[in-house]
């Protein structure tokens, strides 16, 4: 806005300048502020011509803008949901691991018995049988030639992705084995493929180098790759958010932010707690109480926000309201009259006079105005600091 503003001409000594109402978030609490004795109530004479003043004063534009209010919540960044690795095979020992906080995508070693090598496939469905000439048909079948397709251990035009193990699906399990370097016998065992929705971040490893696997046996968990904030919301702010809302989600450092989009609003509430130390029932009106909550998630648009930490505190910002293509001035521009309402002082060649305005919304700096005459481009008076 500096750059929008110039310096006016000032009258004679004898003029008295008005003071400037300073307002925060809106109209009520304007009024608050007046009942207070805070701001000083503007002067406006009979025929709306503003009174002479000493003030050192400079002018803004009027434009046209959009406008928005915004509340904070404050949130962990971590990632998005939770997959836990189950055993399914037996053998004599776990050969290898991985470690915390590594990744792994698909077709990549995610553990090791035996010294073989288990894989990382896509896929909702655990194996829980073997895949073989034979078999009955099934969505695991699916899964599994989804996943030698992508792998390129399959053509799509000759292995067709459906419940049927074939010839073609058999011949691509063979190639497949053959690259991993373990005997090519066209069936997969439930221990020979490890599944999971999609890439994995490993969190705790469960299982030990050189203890036996067992079926059913938990060898670690894990999260997706995608960055997901975590949030506390209270209720009483429920009506403000909606799943697929854009907000804006300021990372650790305190100044980078971040785009973000709402993915779940809870439906069941964490009760608040009551101010009273002793549980006696201070309610939520007790010194230090806090309101019943629901969990909030958002996903951040970009992979790589936030890839310093793993997890860390945030902030999101909800838009509390908003309004799109209106005018807007400076919040220091309004004029509190003495008949109540507000107006601003316009200056244009014509000399300085009071134009009534009616305000709508109030954001950070700005206020929306709509009043005669008013247009993007016209100047007008705010304090010079």
Do not use: C
Not at 134 to 139: A, D, E, L, Q, T
Not at 235 to 241: A, E, F, H, I
């Amino acid at each position: 806005m500096s750059g929008q503003l110039e310096e006016a001409k000032v009258a004679p000594a004898a003029r008295t300048r008005r003071r400037v109402l300073t307002i925060g978030l809106g109209v009520a609490a304007a009024a608050a502020l007046v009942a207070a004795g805070i701001v000083a109530v503007a002067r406006a004479t009979r025929d709306g011509t503003p009174p002479a003043s000493t003030a050192h004063v400079v002018t803004a534009a009027v434009v046209r803008t959009d406008l928005a209010t915004t509340t904070q919540v404050t949130g962990a960044l971590g990632f998005a949901g939770a997959v836990t690795v189950v055993g399914a095979g037996t053998g004599s020992a776990f050969t290898w691991l991985p470690s915390p906080h590594t990744v792994i995508r698909r077709g990549r070693r995610l553990y090791e018995v035996d010294g073989r090598a288990v894989p990382l496939f896509f896929g909702r469905r655990p194996a829980w049988r073997t895949l073989a000439l034979g078999v009955v048909p099934g969505r695991d079948i699916a899964q599994l030639e989804a996943n030698l397709v992508r792998l390129g251990y399959a053509d799509r035009s000759v292995v067709t992705i459906d419940r049927h193990f074939t010839w073609q699906t058999a011949a691509a399990v063979r190639r497949w084995q053959t690259a991993a370097g373990v005997t090519a016998t066209g069936a997969v065992a439930p221990g020979d493929i490890a599944y999971a929705p999609g890439p994995v971040r490993v969190g705790h490893v469960a299982a030990r180098l050189g203890t036996a696997p067992q079926p059913g046996q938990p060898i670690l968990t894990a999260t997706t790759t995608v960055r997901q904030v975590r949030a506390p919301l209270p209720v009483t702010l429920g009506y403000l958010v909606h799943r697929g809302d854009p907000v804006t989600v300021t990372l650790p450092d305190g100044t980078t932010t971040a785009r973000g989009v709402i993915t779940s609003v809870g439906r069941v509430a964490t009760p608040g707690q009551s101010g009273d130390a002793g549980g006696g029932g201070g309610g939520q009106g007790a010194p230090g109480a806090t309101p019943a909550t629901v969990t909030l998630l958002v996903r951040l648009r970009d992979a790589r926000a936030g890839r310093s930490v793993d997890a860390a505190p945030v902030t999101i910002d909800i838009t509390s309201a908003r309004a799109r293509h209106v005018l807007a001035v400076p919040v220091s521009a309004l004029v509190a009259l003495a008949g109540g309402g507000y107006a601003v002082e316009v200056v244009d060649a014509r000399g300085r006079r009071l134009v009534p305005v009616r305000t709508g919304l109030f954001a950070d700096t700005r206020v929306q105005v709509d009043g005669a005459g008013l247009a993007p481009g016209t100047r007008v008076e705010v304090p010079a600091s």
